[in-house]
């Protein structure tokens, strides 16, 4: 193609679709120029998380310097968001998004990237027992049903037994109810049904019903059986956040990073590469674009692709689950509550404020003050959509029915993270329901066009949900690209154009 008509392809492509929307500088030389304009970079990566630090790294490491990382907030972290809580004198920095390094490593077996980052910038962590150090309530206040969270975690160990033992025959999905119930587990009492939720839903955010029983139980597997089944607490007062912040610091220079930079467009051509506008209208361009927004962020339509993305791509985004989990802090002028280092609430109403930590511990932060309980799936929506003072006043009342004997003072503080309703997340983290199958998992990573590139913890198909996902992502789509720019061209990830049932639906 002559350089002329590549400039005329190129205006067609990027100023026709962007019609109507904030506009951007466009030379009237544009026809008259011997060669396309310079980009601002060969790769942007949308996103500064856990996905878009490691993306950047791996380009990085592989030589690729000319790379421009966009983020809307004021710092990078992503889902790692540290809050500063609590009355004033008596502030802490507590945890709004992730706060646990899930597996570390078993003796010489493989050991989680998340670990090693918090080992190389000295996170500060404690170990989190919270199955053994447990103390269990119900609507009588204290009482003991340790055995029944006990066979919770033996009929969780069947429901994900028995699911390996489906992988082999190819046998089909369903829900994790459905693996439960033919297992024979069939919780119904309030206790019985809070001890399933600290099981499951606790860590995925969907109940069993919502969830899908293979892609749930090697989900587990690939996070306990592979790393190891530690849980490692960031009680760092500089927020978990600085494993990102610190990690970015070592190869990140000043012009490579621009916060403050909300994108609102993805404009992008087969032939011609990418052009992202932000918020603002600036427009930015490069060959290559790593997307690493959050599958809840995909799903809303926070950010419009030009052209739209093709279905199956659509089909993915919208068949995945992105899920809700919910911490509510209170700081008290003194701790009433239990010495454990967690607790579980039977109430009748499955999901219903069920589990609750102590920071005030001696492990973690003594003297704190602060309890945070956590609620998931559609409770959190639930009281997202509340008045703050009514959620606060539903927890006072539980606290009253755990704690019969007890004074319950006036919290000093009292804080959550409403994330379904924030644009830049729209919810926690993705799980996997019964109706996605392997395919649409494959299109949700795969790139199109070979431009848009897709990258975080969602398109991790053994560890969506947890930090090492997004790890594993960013690190693998920021070898492919390098791989693409070192050979002047890509072969784009697989992907399947049409998903369809093994036997199809029909009613003849
Ligand atoms: C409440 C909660 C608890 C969790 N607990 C744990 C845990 O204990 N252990 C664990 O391993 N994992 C946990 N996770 C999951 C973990 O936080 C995520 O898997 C991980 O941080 C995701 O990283 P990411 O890079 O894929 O996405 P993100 O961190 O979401 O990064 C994407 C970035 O894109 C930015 N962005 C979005 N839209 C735009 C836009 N339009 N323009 C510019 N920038 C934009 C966002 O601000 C964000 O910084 C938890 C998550 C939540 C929310
Ligand atoms: C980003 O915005 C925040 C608040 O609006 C401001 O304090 C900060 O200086 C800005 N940072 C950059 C790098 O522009
Ligand atoms: C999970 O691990 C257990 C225990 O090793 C195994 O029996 C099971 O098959 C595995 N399940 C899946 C889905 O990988
Ligand atoms: C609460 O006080 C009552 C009356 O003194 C007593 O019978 C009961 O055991 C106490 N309950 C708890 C949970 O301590």
């Known amino acids: 193609m002559t350089h002329t008509a590549a400039a005329l392809l190129y205006s067609l492509l990027f100023v026709v679709p962007t019609l109507g929307l904030p506009p951007y500088p466009v030379p009237d030389q544009t026809f008259l120029q011997a060669s396309p304009p310079a980009k601002d970079a060969r790769v942007l990566i949308l996103g500064g998380g856990v996905a878009g630090i490691t993306a950047a790294h791996e380009l990085y490491k592989q030589g690729v310097e000319d790379f421009i990382i966009l983020e809307a907030r004021h710092e990078l972290g992503g889902r790692m968001m540290s809050h500063t809580f609590g009355a004033p004198g008596r502030q802490y920095t507590v945890e709004l998004g992730a706060n646990w390094v899930q597996g570390t490593r078993t003796g010489k077996g493989p050991e989680n990237p998340i670990w090693t980052l918090a080992k190389k910038h000295s996170i500060l962590t404690q170990a989190s027992q919270y199955f053994d150090g447990l103390t269990t309530y119900d609507e009588t206040g204290e009482t003991d049903f340790l055995d029944l969270v006990e066979d919770a975690a033996d009929n969780f160990d069947h429901l994900i037994a028995s699911a390996g033992s489906r992988v082999p025959k190819g046998l089909v999905d369903a829900s994790a109810r459905t693996g439960y119930s033919l297992t024979g587990s069939y919780p119904h009492t309030p206790q019985e049904m809070a001890a ?34 530690e849980n490692k607490m960031s009680i760092d007062p500089r927020g978990f ?14 012009g490579q990073l ?17 052009r ?17 927004f959050s599958l809840g962020v995909l799903q ?10 093709p279905a199956w791509k659509r089909e993915a985004i919208h068949s995945m689950t992105m899920g809700v989990y919910t911490k509510l802090f209170l700081q008290f002028p003194h701790k009433f509550w239990f010495d454990s280092e967690a607790a579980l609430y039977a109430d009748r109403e499955r999901g219903r404020y069920p589990v609750w930590q102590s920071l005030d511990h001696p492990q973690f932060v003594p003297g704190s ?3 945070f309980g956590t609620v998931t799936g559609a409770f959190s929506r639930r009281i997202e959509a509340l008045p703050k003072a009514q959620v606060l006043s539903e927890v006072i009342s539980v606290l009253g029915t755990m704690f019969p004997n007890a ?16 644009p830049l997340f729209r919810g926690s983290y993705a799980t996997w329901p019964p109706s996605f199958l392997p395919e649409h998992h494959v299109n949700l990573r795969a790139d199109v066009a070979g431009r848009v590139w897709f990258a975080g913890e969602a398109t991790s198909k053994y560890h969506f949900g947890y930090l090492q996902g997004a790890y594993f992502e960013g690190k693998e789509i920021g070898e492919k690209i390098a791989g693409c720019i070192k050979k ?19 009613d003849g």
Do not use: M
């Not at 621009?258 to 990418?274: A, D, K």
């Not at 992202?276 to 690493?292: F, H, K, R």
């Not at 890509?490 to 639906?505: D, F, I, M, S």
């Open 300 to 309: 809303h339509q926070d950010v419009q692709f030009e052209p739209a993305l």
């Open 258 to 274: 621009r916060l403050n930079s909300t994108v609102s467009v993805i404009s992008y051509s087969p032939t011609q590469g990418v």
């Open 407 to 422: 004074t319950i003072p006036e919290p000093l503080d009292f804080h959550y993270k409403s994330w379904s309703a924030d």
């Open 196 to 229: 399933e939720y600290y099981q499951f839903d606790w860590e995925f955010t969907t109940s069993p019903e919502e969830s899908s029983w293979i892609a749930s139980s090697w989900n587990n597997n690939y996070t306990f059986a592979t790393f190891s089944e």
């Open 241 to 254: 956040k600085t494993l990102v912040q610190a990690e970015a610091a070592t190869f990140v220079r000043g």
């Open 369 to 371: 003050g602060i309890l």
């Open 276 to 292: 992202v506008t932000l918020a603002d209208g600036q427009a930015l361009e490069a060959d290559y674009a790593i997307c690493t």
């Open 488 to 506: 002047e061209g890509c072969v784009g990830l697989e992907h399947v154009k049409h998903v369809k049932n093994a036997r199809p639906y029909s």
